[in-house]
């Protein structure tokens, strides 16, 4: 999709954007179903915003795609992650079959779940010495995001799995807005206090080591960032450019769309689904100006909180769809 660097630059100038005609029109519906108007509170919201990127008054999801991207990380040479990094192939072998929590919840909430290993398992560089990948190497995984988008889906979740991506997600936020280390690490897969204190420190070198390299968005992903982190902006961007409506999932899926916060109203396709309980995920909702549709103390990652915002969504188009007007119905207003 992006042959050159520059391709991906001109991709983010060149961004669909909401119809607003039928934003308009399902506002207007909505006034006229048999309800105190605003009482169905979000819901409402959610149904005008699904019609505006569908380009339909009355929207539906007949197809809805989940992915989740997994990778490696180089960074865990550094001693931050207190799992090995071949819980990351595991985990994946157990996404195909069906046993982890995100396949019980795409199951619930009816999608279409697909897995992507990237690159087969191999991990990035580390980001202490310098770039997390090379340039062509971030190009391949945004490219792999990008392609796994299936065009025909009505919404889009993202999610993803990686031993280690918790530091590289808080080396991204640290890259992308600044401050200390401290302001953004967490316990990830279950880091102690000792733990958490070395991955502010590995983060802060991080930033160091990168410094003048973090200047665009594709930069920062490729220096601080993660094949999964890369290929979920690809998907993003995708979804963006053929006007499909995106969930993303809890803080390292919204860590790793940080960087493009550059890009004039890059998110205004984008519901967050959920406030994870790792420690900078407030932090980085409000840098982004985004409030998440609910918070469940969840940290799990994998989609997990997309496919349940799904459930909400479906909802609130059942809602849209569903109830008669006041005239149907014969009420006087």
Request: charged share 15%.
């Amino acid at each position: 999709m992006f042959e050159t660097v520059n391709d991906f630059q001109a991709s983010l100038s060149n961004l669909t954007t909401k119809n607003e005609a039928c934003f308009k029109a399902a506002f207007e519906h909505q006034k006229q179903l048999t309800k105190p108007p605003g009482s169905l509170g979000k819901l409402e919201e959610y149904a005008c915003f699904m019609a505006a990127w569908q380009g339909n008054e009355r929207p539906e999801i007949k197809l809805a795609q989940a992915l989740v991207f997994a990778g490696n990380h180089g960074v865990c040479n550094q001693g931050v992650n207190p799992f090995p990094q071949e819980v990351t192939m595991a985990m994946v072998e157990n996404f195909r079959n069906g046993g982890a929590a995100i396949n019980q919840l795409a199951t619930h909430s009816n999608a279409d779940l697909n897995i992507v290993l990237l690159s087969d398992g191999q991990a990035t560089s580390d980001i202490t010495v310098g770039p997390a990948m090379t340039e062509q190497e971030c190009l391949e995984a945004i490219n792999s995001g990008a392609a796994a988008v299936n065009l025909k889906t009505d919404i889009l979740l993202l999610g993803e799995m990686g031993i280690g991506n918790s530091t590289v997600s808080s080396a991204l936020c640290l890259g992308t807005f600044g401050g200390v280390g401290s302001d953004w690490v967490g316990a990830g897969t279950g880091s102690d206090s000792e733990g958490i204190i070395k991955k502010a420190k590995v983060i802060e070198r991080a930033r160091a080591v990168n410094r003048e390299g973090l200047n665009t968005p594709f930069q920062i992903l490729m220096s601080l960032g993660g094949r999964e982190q890369a290929a979920i902006c690809g998907a993003l961007i995708a979804a963006r450019l053929n006007s499909i409506p995106v969930i993303i999932d809890g803080f390292i899926a919204s860590s790793a769309i940080a960087p493009l916060i550059s890009v004039p109203e890059i998110y205004d396709h984008v519901i967050f689904a959920h406030q994870s309980a790792e420690a900078g995920h407030g932090r980085l909702l409000n840098k982004l100006g985004k409030v998440p549709m609910f918070d469940l103390g969840m940290r799990l990652g994998e989609g997990s909180g997309a496919a349940l915002a799904l459930n909400i969504i479906r909802a609130s188009l059942a809602c849209h769809n569903g109830m008669a007007t006041f005239a149907e119905a014969g009420i006087g207003t």
